[in-house]
């Protein structure tokens, strides 16, 4: 598998949770109820399995390997990419602050979380548009075989060691329940 198949398989993972996260964002604007374990177990995913995980391979082993094959890191793809994960980490803290917010009773916390899950959905679909169409077919090119089979070997390093041993399954899971709970799907 190459670096940017594995990513693809991510972004699936990932884009199931957005259309969940859509879903509860849409209900809390209706001023139906909404769960407030389900979105922590949410902000949840999107620190370890999207950000320290998914992002953490790009930051760390695919970005930089671009970078010294002549890619240049602002003013360019691997620019915009950082700033979006930049901005999507600051959407994540102001969810996790109207959880708390919501906790203590605060009446506007819950139209601060629909906007920030709203925000954070339509920043990552736009994010992997981007990733899949414009910077990974630059990746694929620019890399050579062996250089892709480096960084894979760096991102299963990274699975193992920073996020930890069966924690992918965990996040499946957890995506099968929300699934089925938000979008009827199984």
């Known amino acids: 598998m190459t670096p940017t198949e594995d990513l693809i398989n991510e972004h ?28 922590e177990q949410i902000v949840d ?4 399995f999207a950000d320290k995980c998914h992002h953490g391979k790009e930051e760390t082993s695919l970005f930089p390997a671009l970078v010294l094959a002549g890619i240049p890191k602002e003013n360019g793809p691997i620019g915009v990419m950082l700033h979006e994960h930049t901005l999507g980490r600051g959407y994540i803290k102001e969810i996790s602050n109207g959880l708390e917010n919501c906790k203590i009773g605060n009446p506007c916390s819950s139209e601060l979380i629909a906007a ?16 899949e169409n414009v910077l990974f077919p630059i990746a694929n090119k620019a ?10 070997k760096q991102f299963e390093k990274i699975e193992e060691e920073v ?7 965990k ?5 099968n329940q929300l699934k089925s709970k938000y979008l009827g799907l199984t």
């Open 163 to 169: 996020v930890g041993h069966g924690v992918h399954e």
């Open 12 to 39: 699936k993972a990932i884009k199931v949770m957005l259309s969940i996260m859509a879903k509860i964002a849409e209900d809390i604007k209706a001023n139906k109820k909404f769960y407030i374990k389900d979105v």
């Open 116 to 131: 920030n899950l709203t925000n954070y959905v339509n920043l990552l679909q736009n994010h992997i548009h981007k990733e």
């Open 45 to 48: 995913f999107l620190q370890t």
């Open 143 to 152: 890399l050579s075989e062996q250089k892709q089979k480096e960084i894979f």
């Open 171 to 175: 996040y499946h899971e957890l995506l």
